[in-house]
């Protein structure tokens, strides 16, 4: 991406516009620009928190409550129009465990998608709020499960997701209620749930890890398959993978790795010894020494449930015909073992 030697920004990176009013010229609807809370584009176009107020027909306007509305500078036209091709799949959600999108359009200045709006941000911008940058196992079946519901209305449709990670689980908190729901972004309702600090866009990016981004685990930690081949189709199989790697990261927190090669060796170590380790860097010293901390562990106490090892093995398997389906996975104990929604309800409430 290019970026502007003065100011070391994106060169066609799009300004925010907080407290302006766009309107949809189908409809006149408008939409308050209230806070950003998020990006797309490598934080070139932006996304809001707006209060979207419907146009009747005599002209006024009645507010119907915040959305979230990403605006895409016209620059990103190829997005625009890979959104439109989504768009239909979006619109569709028989469940309710997907953010489908409420309404898009052009105007003269940035093309426009609605999104209900998420109030907390995703799972990822949570934990990044937290000293201790994981979740629970109970946490973690809560959000898998209602995220796996997803994935199976996608596959359904005969569509795949192709992103899935932590990033793309969003959280929200009815206010009349107080009821927490999780929805998985897919496709046209994916975006960065994160602020921007433009003052802190750097050349070199705005990580100071030296592991591989998170943001990008997608990415670099797809599956095998489909990891740096041109010619690889995504498959339903393909997010099943995705799944594993985002347990573990929902596990551990950070992933301990510099390479893919960090990760092919964790993720081979794991199956051979059919176990979790308390520590991920384990799996990456030496033979003996990774032999020695194991026996520690079995020793001391078992980091993880067997429920819960079983399930990011099976998503982990080398072989795409030898990982569960979504519809399988949903019957694995560790997602039908009954769980208290209370404990994930107070991770998000007790910042």
């Not at 890979?82 to 309404?103: C, D, M, W, Y």
């Not at 819960?308 to 998503?315: N, Q």
Request: glycine share 6%; with cysteine.
């Amino acid at each position: 991406m290019r970026r502007s030697k003065s100011s070391g920004l994106p060169k066609d990176y799009h300004p925010g516009k907080v407290g302006k009013t766009i309107i949809d010229p189908n409809t006149k609807d408008t939409y308050l620009l209230n806070k950003e809370i998020g990006s797309t584009s490598d934080g070139c176009c932006r996304v809001y928190k707006a209060l979207h107020s419907e146009s009747m027909e005599n002209g006024t306007l009645i507010p119907s409550g915040h959305v979230t509305l990403k605006t895409i500078n016209k620059n990103h036209e190829n997005e625009w129009v890979e959104l439109q091709l989504e768009a239909h799949t979006s619109f569709t959600n028989p469940r309710g465990n997907l953010i489908a999108v409420k309404n898009y359009f052009d105007t003269n200045e940035v093309l426009c998608v609605s999104l209900p709006y998420m109030s907390e941000g995703s799972l990822r911008y949570i934990l990044s709020t937290r000293t201790q940058k994981i979740l629970s196992e109970d946490c973690i079946a809560i959000v898998l499960k209602e995220s796996l519901l997803g994935l199976k209305d996608i596959h359904l449709l005969r569509r795949v997701h192709r992103t899935f990670n932590a990033g793309d689980i969003f959280v929200h908190i009815e206010e009349s209620s107080g009821q927490i729901r999780i929805k998985l972004a897919n496709g046209a309702s994916v975006y960065n749930s994160e602020n921007i600090n433009t003052e802190e866009i750097q050349e070199t990016g705005s990580s100071s890890s030296v592991f591989l981004d998170l943001k990008s685990i997608s990415k670099w930690g797809s599956a095998p398959e489909i990891f740096e081949k041109d010619n690889a189709t995504n498959g339903p199989k393909t997010d099943i993978w995705l799944l594993g790697i985002t347990a573990l990261e929902l596990g551990y927190g950070e992933l301990p790795v510099i390479n893919r090669e960090d990760l092919d060796c964790i993720i081979k170590k794991i199956r051979e010894k059919k176990k979790l380790p308390k520590s991920l860097e384990k799996l990456l010293q030496k033979k003996g020494k990774f032999k020695k901390g194991l026996d520690l562990i079995k020793r001391k106490e078992k980091v993880f449930s067997d429920e819960f090892e079983s399930m990011v093995i099976d998503c982990l398997a080398e072989e795409p015909e030898k990982r569960s389906t979504a519809d399988q996975l949903l019957n694995y104990p560790f997602f039908t073992m009954q769980r208290d929604m209370k404990k994930f309800e107070q991770f998000v409430l007790n910042n």
